[in-house]
Antibody, heavy 119, light 108 residues
Framework: EVQLVESGGALVQPGGSLRLSCAASGFTVSGNYVTWVRQAPGKGLEWVSVIYSGGGTYYADSVKGRFTISRDNSKNTLYLQMNSLRAEDTAVYYC?????????????WGQGTLVTVSS | DIQVTQSPLSLSASVGDRVTITCRASQSISNYLNWYQQKPGKAPRLLIYAASSLQSGVPSRFSGSGSGTDFTLTISSLQPEDFATYYCQQSYSTPPWTFGQGTKVEIK
């Protein structure tokens, strides 16, 4: 059974840093595309970043240069390192597996972890 | 970047109604369009991928159609558990991949 469990969300001050984790089971992060999606309170979904099975990475313009996606294959875990955090980064962050048959779509999701950026 | 625009942003409907939600892309995206359902406090759930392919376990009352720039999600007979927010998402070519604004389906 595919499962993703996020952790690491917290209250952090503007300008601070935080690392989110996403522990995967039922599939390997090394053999799949895995992505982060966020949702600000009361707002819609925003795609954040993806890491390809080959290691390639992509970011939304809103986080480029501040966030870094990575993975630890030995722990089967995805990470999102977030630096220079801003109030507008406040959101629930979801990790998801990317299905790649006939396109790219997010077929399994974690429960989300809340990041609050505030002084 | 490719933008996707949903309409309407909200709608009121009754159980048993046929509901249609539209998503329009800012350029042709072939059939690289997906649909998700989200209920309050929950993670999104994939309903439709590749414009018209039904995800495993999703009821057959959900269907998707379209290609190029114009797409639709149809619920043939709205059920009580279908009251939720629905999002389209494009995944054409390399990222960034983008979501529509969401359509909230409420009880009339």
């Amino acid at each position: 059974e595919v499962q993703l469990v996020e952790s690491g969300g917290a209250l952090v001050q503007p300008g601070g840093s935080l690392r989110l984790s996403c522990a995967a089971s039922g599939f390997t992060v090394s053999g799949n595309y895995v992505t982060w999606v966020r949702q600000a309170p009361g707002k819609g979904l925003e795609w954040v970043s993806v890491i390809y099975s080959g290691g390639g990475t992509y970011y939304a313009d809103s986080v480029k240069g501040r966030f870094t996606i990575s993975r630890d294959n030995s722990k089967n875990t995805l990470y999102l390192q977030m630096n220079s955090l801003r109030a507008e980064d406040t959101a629930v962050y979801y990790c998801a597996r990317v299905g790649v048959v006939r396109g790219y779509y997010f077929d399994y999701w974690g429960q989300g972890t809340l990041v609050t950026v505030s002084s | 970047d490719i933008q996707v625009t949903q309409s309407p942003l909200s709608l009121s409907a009754s159980v048993g109604d046929r509901v249609t939600i539209t998503c329009r892309a800012s350029q042709s995206i072939s059939n690289y369009l997906n649909w998700y359902q989200q209920k309050p406090g929950k993670a999104p759930r994939l309903l439709i991928y590749a414009a018209s392919s039904l995800q495993s376990g999703v009821p057959s009352r959900f269907s998707g159609s379209g290609s190029g720039t114009d797409f639709t999600l149809t619920i043939s007979s709205l059920q009580p558990e279908d009251f939720a927010t629905y999002y389209c998402q494009q995944s054409y070519s390399t990222p960034p991949w983008t979501f529509g604004q969401g359509t909230k389906v409420e009880i009339k």
